[in-house]
């Protein structure tokens, strides 16, 4: 088949799968999720249709072409996703829409939520209401009352150490709690990641708080967007502030730093888990009833994919590195072979822009932000430029189809964060 016969096949099942999609975007409130106390040790038999109709079936979704690798043997995830970061397309699937619990991989939805509000210099004075509410056991980077952090520092406490003292700190500075999980639900709205309900900012595990495979990879195409979110989810190591000491002798005080690293084993390595060829990025996670989650961003050869892997039933050491790993790898060499199952959709705001006479140019949003706001009015919160520069953004495609036009095969910025980032 003709590369131009294979863009325009693509195009169209892309489209059908935003198409698929909207059915569900409308009403939002009846969209959501029934929390349930916990997940179900079996997949439903009818999941969402967003993305496409195949991505709503259970087990493994795949369209293997000429000459692309079978899937790897022995994944033994209850959900995963692979898929390509910049057209959106579903390389492959299992469970996508299995809502499970999702761990600090929510904080991606968090970082997404709030990070754009403050300025990286911007500082805050911790007090105690600020730790408030925390749940016992929660990973957390070492904040102390009374110490000033600045945002840049809170922010690589949630990404590097995944710490939940880090999400709540930010979190008051967001008005609080409450108001910062219900931010979240809207966020989640927006980008058509209806299969989650928050319930903690943090990820922390709460009757009723789940997402999915497909979710989990919204929140970090849509992260991934931003400057500073590249940045602090690549970043392998980092120096924190401790605590501040008496100086000397009556000299001044002192406040010493100590270093953290990336919790993320495909970026910082491990004894039995090297650093992943491409990496880089997202957030991982684990807790008693998620088990552990990942999704994960590389590049390689010009292409860049997300994978999702959610609860591994293996208990190995690393299993869900490993299995991302192996999930990415068949991804690099099956990208241009199989045929894609499905698609993750644009945000509402992006559809809304691409109906007819929203937008001369054609383009969601008139940029890249995955907030359908022009980068360009973002970029004291790191919306643009930088260091995430990387893959050239493609023009989006519009396909005409009754009374409406729908954006697809749109192409984002992406960060080439592989020759630029240090190495462990």
């Not at 939805?109 to 990286?120: E, G, I, S």
């Not at 690549?234 to 919790?263: C, D, H, L, M, Y």
């Not at 706001?373 to 893959?391: D, F, K, Q, R, Y």
């Amino acid at each position: 088949m003709s590369a131009p016969k294979k863009t325009i096949r693509r195009s169209l099942l892309v489209t059908a799968a935003a198409l698929s999609s909207l059915p569900l975007a409308a009403p939002a409130a009846l969209a959501a999720p029934d929390p349930s106390p916990s997940p179900s040790a079996t997949p439903p038999a009818h999941m969402s249709g967003v993305g496409g109709a195949r991505l709503g079936r259970a087990g493994t979704q795949v369209n293997p072409g000429s000459g692309a690798p079978v899937l790897p043997k022995g994944i033994s995830a209850r959900s995963w996703i692979v898929a390509d970061a910049e057209s959106g397309e579903v390389l492959a699937s299992h469970n996508a829409h299995w809502r499970l619990p999702p761990a600090s991989t929510m904080k991606m939805l968090f970082a997404d939520t709030v990070l754009p509000k403050f300025q990286k210099t911007d500082k805050h004075k911790v007090v105690p209401s600020d730790l408030a509410g925390m749940g016992a056991g929660s990973s957390m980077v070492g904040i102390k009352e009374g110490e000033t952090y600045t945002v840049h520092d809170l922010w690589l406490g949630v990404f590097l150490r995944s710490g939940n003292d880090a999400v709540h700190v930010l979190s008051a500075m967001n008005d609080g709690v409450d108001a910062t999980v219900r931010e979240m639900n809207q966020q989640a709205q927006e980008l058509q990641a209806l299969d989650t309900h928050v319930i903690t900012p943090d990820g922390y595990d709460a009757p009723g708080q789940v997402s999915s495979a497909y979710d989990l990879t919204l929140f970090a195409r849509s992260g991934l967007q931003n400057k500073d979110f590249r940045e602090y989810c690549s970043t392998v190591r980092a120096k924190f502030p401790g605590e501040t000491k008496k100086g000397k002798k009556g000299g001044k005080p002192v406040r010493p730093s100590f270093e953290i690293q990336n919790t993320n084993r495909l970026l910082s390595g491990d004894y039995d888990t090297p650093v992943y060829q491409g990496i880089a990025g997202v957030k991982n996670g684990y807790t008693t009833n998620a088990g552990t989650t990942f999704t994960g961003v590389a590049e390689r050869g010009g292409r860049v994919l997300l994978v999702t892997v959610m609860h591994p039933e293996k208990n190995e050491h690393n299993e869900v590195y490993k299995e991302a790993s192996e999930l990415l790898d068949w991804g690099f060499k099956a990208s241009g072979k199989a045929t894609p199952v499905g698609a993750l959709v644009a945000p509402r705001s992006a559809q809304a822009d691409a109906q007819p006479g929203a937008n001369p140019s054609g383009q969601a949003g008139g940029s890249g932000d995955a907030s359908g706001a022009p980068v360009a009015s973002s970029t004291a919160n790191g919306a643009s430029g930088g260091m995430g520069v990387a893959l050239a953004i493609a023009a989006g495609v519009l396909v005409l189809l009754g009374a409406g036009a729908f954006l697809v095969n749109r192409r984002w910025p992406l960060p080439d964060l592989v020759r630029r980032r240090p190495r462990p």
